[in-house]
């Protein structure tokens, strides 16, 4: 089956995927593209399929697959069509929106059946194929707090997480006015602009040992790394970066002039963070990190997004609800957690 061209708009999706037996064609596409094959007998042939259910049977072992199996939508018991309706709202809605209005778009008649159902599919955002950044382009990295204090706990006592990030900067074939706002979704800066981004929440305190791995996973050597003067990004050029640090004693006109995009993304981040979900837990923060990566890396071609958030998510399994709410799913932010 070849893939459909993407709806454009919610009439057009609905005429692409008007009942279970659409949705079911094309997740199979999605997970077999060349055929299928049974994962029992390895045979490779054409499959038994039924009417409004995801199975394929064998023709040869006569066993079943399941078209969700493996996937964020295993074990589900809620129609192929409430997800690809919930994926496309993830991929098309620029600003992103919270369990309450997924709830609500979706008629479900559960929060916690929407929360999950969001969290499976932000399980499926983080492509355990892609590329490490930089290479040509110069980056740009910094740390930043996200959270706040709490009440009732005394002056200076927070629960922040330090997340840290890097963004590419690229080169504008049309020259712009030297300004730093957003046109049209880019975040621009005269004739630069945000290419790909990464961000991580550390897990523990703001050190070289918490941040290297971030570096060497996301980062090609070779490339130009911005920074401010913090004493442990010196060892850098051992890894194979070159570094380029400036010392901004807390000067924040020297902080836009030598890091304009990274704080860019910070301050938006933080924004999208208190605005669309009012605040977020630290336990699920990274999940939302992966979010407003894959919107912002995507931001250029949002329709085209939607492709990725299935095609990623058939080959990622998503937290269960007792994992979820127990507190032992680890949200995917590094490589041998995205497989």
Not at 209 to 238: C, L, Q, S
Request: glycine share 10%.
């Amino acid at each position: 089956m070849t893939l459909p061209r993407f709806p454009e708009s919610l009439p057009e999706f609905q005429r692409v995927f008007p009942d279970e037996s659409s949705c079911a064609a094309y997740l199979e596409s999605v997970r077999w593209p060349d055929g299928f094959a049974c994962r029992y007998c390895g045979v490779e042939s054409e499959p038994y399929r039924f009417a409004n259910r995801a199975v394929l049977r064998c023709r040869s072992c006569k066993r079943d697959t399941s078209l969700t199996a493996g996937t964020v939508m295993e074990r589900t018991h809620t129609p192929l069509s409430t997800w690809f309706w919930g994926a496309y709202l993830v991929a098309s809605q620029t600003p992103g929106q919270s369990a309450l209005q997924f709830q609500r778009q979706l008629g479900l008649g559960r929060y916690e059946t929407a929360f999950q159902m969001l969290h499976k599919l932000r399980a499926g955002l983080v492509n355990p194929d892609r590329d490490r950044i930089g290479g040509r382009d110069v980056l740009e990295m910094d740390e930043v707090l996200i959270g706040g204090r709490t009440r009732g706990e005394g002056r200076g006592v927070h629960h922040k997480t330090t997340v840290i990030g890097a963004v590419e900067i690229r080169r504008s074939e049309k020259p712009r006015k030297p300004r730093v706002e957003h046109e049209g979704g880019v975040p621009v800066a005269g004739r630069f602009y945000a290419g790909r981004l990464r961000l991580r929440a550390l897990e523990k305190e703001r050190n070289w040992r918490e941040i290297r791995p971030f570096i060497e996973e996301n980062i090609e050597p070779g490339t130009v790394i911005k920074t401010d003067g913090w004493a442990p990004y010196r060892h850098m050029g051992e890894l194979g970066y070159v570094h380029d640090p400036l010392v901004l004693h807390g000067d924040p006109k020297k902080a836009a002039a030598h890091l304009p995009m990274i704080h860019l993304v910070f301050s938006n981040l933080k924004t999208w963070l208190l605005g669309t979900h009012h605040g977020v837990s630290q336990q699920h923060l990274q999940a939302y990190l992966n979010e407003y990566v894959f919107r912002f890396n995507r931001r250029f071609y949002p329709f085209n997004a939607f492709n990725s958030v299935l095609g990623i998510a058939a080959r990622v399994r998503g937290p269960t609800y007792d994992q979820l709410y127990g507190g032992e799913w680890v949200h995917p932010n590094r490589d041998e957690d995205e497989g």
